[in-house]
């Protein structure tokens, strides 16, 4: 079975920091795209950032370009987003995606998702 587990979310102060992490099991993710998105109460979900394999390329909005930074460990199967200068329209349920072949902006094109992690940041 393949799972994508998110971890690292939790509750903090506008302008700190947050690492969250998505470990994948049940198979190789060689060859596939990560991503993270978001999702607000009542809000669409929201594209946030994703990483090509094996990691030399990746996107993100003008929402967070600057201060948030995808990367991945593909010996452990991991992909992590650091998140810096943290506000508080930036909370929301956080969810980590992939895909066979390149990254994309859109929900639809991933296939496995991640059961997400809450990221509060309080003013």
């Known amino acids: 079975q393949v799972q994508l587990v998110e971890s690292g979310g939790g509750l903090v102060q506008a302008g700190g920091s947050l690492r969250l992490s998505c470990a994948a099991s049940?198979?190789?993710?060689?060859?596939?795209?990560m991503a993270w998105f978001r999702q607000a109460p009542g809000k669409e979900r929201e594209f946030v950032a994703s990483?090509?394999?094996?990691?030399?390329?990746?996107y993100y909005p003008d929402s967070v370009k600057g201060r948030f930074t995808i990367s991945r460990d593909n010996a452990k199967n991991t992909v992590y987003l650091q998140m810096n200068s943290l506000k508080p329209e930036d909370t929301a349920v956080y969810y980590c995606?992939?895909?066979?072949?390149?990254?994309?902006?859109?929900?639809?094109?991933?296939?496995?998702w991640g059961q997400g992690t809450q990221v509060t940041v309080s003013s």
């Open positions: 990483i090509s394999w094996p990691g030399s390329n990746t």
């Open positions: 049940g198979r190789t993710f060689s060859g596939y795209s």
């Open positions: 995606a992939a895909r066979s072949g390149i990254p994309e902006s859109r929900s639809s094109k991933y296939d496995l």
